[in-house]
């Protein structure tokens, strides 16, 4: 029999005989199994987040990530248009055997992503590129992905298995401090500089000692455990790393950075530790985030079959509707004006209608190419009037427009964004996080505006669009320029014509909140 549960490898010597094709199966199937479902602590620490939200847009973005991880539950559909880079954690006891051994661990596993993300009923996006300082070639398949072996006491094989999406990776962080260095003081100043691209609300998993490479492990590891501060919280801490957790989660969440970086109460759902005997000399320390799209599952095999993952009921996931607040303006993008751009402000959330324009990463490259050599813009494309959504969908299923199709981080257009107000005609654009300071200055410069949409809301962000077709660069699929036509499709304007950002403004005042309300209830 196999379990989904966590306990540890019972110490059993007997020896017990684990197949191949189970321990594929069951890769398969969980990695499948986190592309809908969030886990429940994740879900209920969420909800408890939303319903102590005071911030607008803090609690619709929240509101808007419930509203789509139950909606990706109940149509088995991605909650995230970046399905992730696959990263387990498997521990083998002494004691197993397997009935092949033809395949490595690591051939295994990669044998589990493969089939996963080519799944036909729920084909997930391929992210992975191989010669990654190269030519960056996507593989295809998502694998290879990265696997952690262990060798444990005990007759099971046990894996911790992740989808960790690339945007909240991207947002690492690493020091070697010095031994006397405050650990919490580190993780205070370093929080605010890794901006929104990590899809705040999540959670920030925190390896210390051991070396370098021993403490990233750490961190990743340790964001595999469920969401439990506030059972921390009352109960108290005892240990150095759970005085630790509390001491983070609450300098963190003074930070007032908020959901998607709007400004905001929660800013993380919880702090995890995991600690190792360090050289004296040294105080390694790595910071991972993860992101609204946390997906990770843990089971045992035993050798008696695949793992048998039950899906959760739909009663685990609180009813959430979105209501239109005061500064909510419905928008035709098919007839926008400059003149109506320039009512906007900063935080105003719109309803999109019409016709946008898609394009990321490699495609703002080949863009620059054909201006830089004369060529001009491809036949079709003309982005005179029109906004950029900076997304790589999901492939379609059924009878579905398009897959998921959230926000890809904006700020890794920054170094296109003059060129394509500039040269383009272009009016606006739709990412998500935050724009670096030049750019929001050619933002204003161009009476230009940048929209936010929430990442991790991408399965009902894909419900707004009625309507998708490639207009260029086919070859570079999921990156390739679509022209999609949306209804309702909900942004927050984070850049206004003038150039206030809603990324500065929004933290900054949070952070006076609630340290005014910290103050005012001080015995
Ligand atoms: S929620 Fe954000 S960081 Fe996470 S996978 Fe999705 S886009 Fe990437």
Same mark, same amino acid.
């Given at each position: 029999m196999s379990t989904n549960t966590t306990s540890h490898s019972t110490m059993s010597s007997q020896t017990i005989v684990i197949k191949q094709a189970d321990f594929i199966e069951s890769i398969a199937d969980s990695l499948q199994y986190i592309s809908y479902y969030h886990p429940k602590d994740f879900v209920d620490a969420m909800n408890k987040a939303y319903e102590r939200e005071e911030s607008a847009a803090a609690k619709d973005a929240i509101a808007q990530i419930l509203i789509n991880s139950r909606m990706s539950a109940e149509g088995k559909r991605p909650l995230c248009q970046d399905t992730g880079i696959v990263t387990s954690f498997v521990k083998i006891g002494m004691s197993v055997q397997w009935d092949k051994t033809d395949m490595t661990v690591q051939e295994m596993v990669d044998e589990g992503v493969r089939r996963a993300y080519s799944n036909p009923d729920n084909p997930l996006r391929a992210s992975i590129v191989s010669d990654p300082a190269g030519a960056r070639k996507n593989t295809k398949d998502n694998t290879p992905?990265?696997?952690?072996?262990?060798?444990?006491?005990?007759?099971?094989?046990?894996?911790?298995?992740?989808?960790?999406?690339?945007?909240?990776?991207?947002?690492?962080?690493?020091? &070697?401090?010095?031994?006397?260095?405050?650990?919490?003081? *580190?993780?205070? $100043?370093?929080?605010?500089?890794?901006?929104?691209?990590?899809?705040?609300?999540?959670?920030?998993?925190?390896?210390?000692?051991?070396?370098?490479? $021993?403490?990233?492990?750490?961190?990743?590891?340790?964001?595999?455990?469920?969401?439990?501060?506030?059972?921390?919280?009352?109960?108290?801490?005892?240990?150095?790393?759970?005085?630790?957790?509390?001491?983070?989660?609450?300098?963190?969440?003074n930070l007032g950075i908020g959901a998607q970086g709007l400004g905001g109460l929660t800013t993380v759902l919880?702090?995890?530790?995991?600690?190792?005997?360090?050289?004296?000399?040294?105080?390694? !320390?790595?910071?991972i985030p993860n992101c609204a799209a946390t997906r990770h599952v843990h089971f045992h095999l035993d050798g008696t079959g695949p793992v048998d993952l039950v899906p959760p009921s739909l009663s685990d996931w609180p009813e959430i509707t979105r209501e239109a607040g005061q500064n909510t303006h419905r928008?035709?993008?098919?007839?926008?004006?400059?003149?109506?751009?320039?009512? *906007?402000?900063?935080?105003?959330?719109?309803?999109?209608?019409?016709?946008?324009?898609?394009?990321?990463?490699?495609?703002? $490259?080949?863009?620059?190419?054909?201006?830089?050599s004369g060529e001009g813009l491809p036949e079709g494309v003309d982005f005179t009037g029109k906004f950029i959504y900076y997304v790589?969908?999901?492939?379609p299923v059924g009878d579905e427009v398009v897959g998921p199709a959230g926000p890809t981080t904006?700020?890794? &257009?920054?170094?296109?964004?003059?060129? &394509?107000?500039?040269?383009?005609?272009?009016?606006?654009?739709?990412?998500?996080?935050?724009?670096?300071?030049?750019?929001?200055?050619?933002?204003?410069?161009? $009476?230009?505006?940048?929209? &936010?949409?929430?990442?991790g809301a991408a399965y009902l962000v894909s419900k707004a669009i009625k309507k998708?077709? !490639?207009?260029?660069?086919?070859?570079?699929?999921?990156?390739?320029?679509?022209?999609?036509?949306?209804?309702?499709?909900?942004?927050?304007?984070?850049?206004?014509?003038?150039? !206030?950002?809603?990324?500065?403004t929004g933290p900054a005042i949070w952070k006076i909140n609630i340290a005014n309300a910290k103050q005012h209830n001080k015995p």
């Open positions: 992905s990265v696997v952690h072996i262990d060798m444990v006491a005990g007759n099971q094989v046990e894996v911790m298995i992740a989808a960790k999406g690339g945007g909240s990776e991207n947002k690492s962080k690493m020091a &070697m401090l010095n031994p006397s260095d405050d650990i919490a003081a *580190w993780v205070e $100043k370093t929080l605010p500089t890794m901006g929104a691209g990590w899809c705040p609300p999540g959670m920030l998993g925190i390896g210390i000692g051991g070396t370098a490479e $021993k403490a990233a492990v750490m961190a990743k590891e340790s964001l595999m455990d469920p969401v439990d501060i506030h059972e921390l919280m009352e109960r108290g801490a005892v240990t150095t790393e759970e005085k630790l957790r509390l001491d983070i989660f609450e300098r963190a969440n919880d702090v995890k530790i995991k600690s190792s005997p360090t050289h004296a000399a040294s105080k390694p !320390v790595v910071m928008v035709n993008l098919d007839t926008v004006t400059q003149a109506e751009i320039e009512t *906007w402000n900063s935080g105003d959330t719109l309803l999109l209608n019409g016709k946008m324009l898609t394009g990321r990463d490699a495609a703002h $490259k080949r863009i620059q190419l054909l201006l830089d790589g969908p999901v492939d904006a700020t890794r &257009m920054d170094k296109f964004t003059d060129m &394509m107000l500039d040269q383009t005609g272009l009016m606006g654009m739709i990412g998500k996080s935050e724009r670096g300071p030049e750019t929001v200055a050619s933002i204003k410069k161009h $009476k230009a505006v940048y929209l &936010m949409a929430v990442g998708s077709r !490639v207009v260029a660069f086919e070859d570079l699929g999921m990156e390739a320029i679509y022209e999609f036509d949306v209804q309702d499709m909900p942004v927050t304007v984070a850049v206004d014509t003038h150039g !206030v950002n809603a990324h500065e």
